[in-house]
């Protein structure tokens, strides 16, 4: 079945530590975001990337960055993981340019940071 | 930017109940999403409505634009119904706003069995 795949499903990391997590999919979609979502809270985009065009949230910190080598794959890497970066962090995917844009995610890393 | 507005932030239910969830939104929209997220964490794409009424089984929304509100209706409700079910809304009619979808704080489902 075509799908959103994330990996790991659980990531702990060291205070500090770099971190990379990541995203495919089998949808061929043109879109594909970040989304960071704390306990109880709604998900908060983080970044997206239309195509190749990189596109980032204003209030998104300089902390984190993403790749996005082919269609198939994102990558969101924390340079140096806080403690308030514990988080869920969704991938998401959508088809731009026609008139519906509907996104569908993936199931999520769970990072820790200790 | 929009503001979201999700009631009743959290409903207790039996199996077998029905419930309605409700989401206003502060301005026009042509992009409207209701997703359900399970308790492992995963978000379900459940309707695109940014108009008019959808069923898909025991679930149905209708959203009225003129009137700025969206209604999500879960029939007969299950266990598997459990979860955090939100709103998410965009108006990208200006061409620069795309993916931008403006979220709710969600309803907090639990269904007893």
């Known amino acids: 079945d075509a799908m959103v795949i994330q990996n790991p499903r659980y990531q702990v990391t060291q205070f500090g530590k770099p971190v990379t997590l990541s995203c495919s999919q089998t949808?061929?979609?043109?879109?594909m975001y970040w989304y960071q979502q704390k306990s109880s809270q709604a998900p908060k985009l983080l970044f997206h990337?239309?195509?190749?065009?990189?596109?980032n949230e204003a209030d998104t910190p300089d902390n984190f960055q993403s790749r996005r080598p082919n269609t198939s794959f994102c990558f969101l890497d924390i340079r140096s993981p806080g403690l308030g970066d514990a988080a869920m962090y969704l991938c998401?995917?959508?088809?731009?340019?026609?008139?519906?844009?509907?996104?569908?995610f993936g199931s999520g890393t769970q990072l820790s940071v200790l | 930017g929009i503001q979201v507005e999700q009631s009743p932030p959290d409903l207790i239910l039996q199996e077998g109940a029905n419930s309605t969830l409700r989401c206003n939104f502060s301005?026009?929209?042509?992009?409207l999403q209701w997703f359900h997220q399970n308790p492992w964490g995963q978000l379900i794409n459940l309707f695109y409505?940014?108009?008019g009424t959808k069923q898909n089984g025991r679930l149905s929304a209708t959203t009225v634009a003129t009137e700025r509100y969206s209604l999500l209706y879960i029939s007969s409700s299950q266990t598997t119904d459990s979860g955090v079910y939100f709103c998410?809304?965009?108006?990208?009619?200006?061409?620069?706003?795309?993916?931008?979808?403006?979220f709710g704080q969600g309803t907090i489902l639990t269904v007893h069995p």
């Open positions: 998401a995917t959508s088809i731009r340019g026609g008139t519906v844009e509907k996104l569908f």
């Open positions: 949808l061929n979609h043109n879109v």
């Open positions: 990337y239309y195509d190749k065009d990189f596109n």
């Open positions: 301005d026009s929209v042509n992009n």
């Open positions: 409505i940014p108009s």
């Open positions: 998410a809304v965009l108006n990208n009619a200006g061409g620069t706003s795309y993916g931008k979808l403006t």
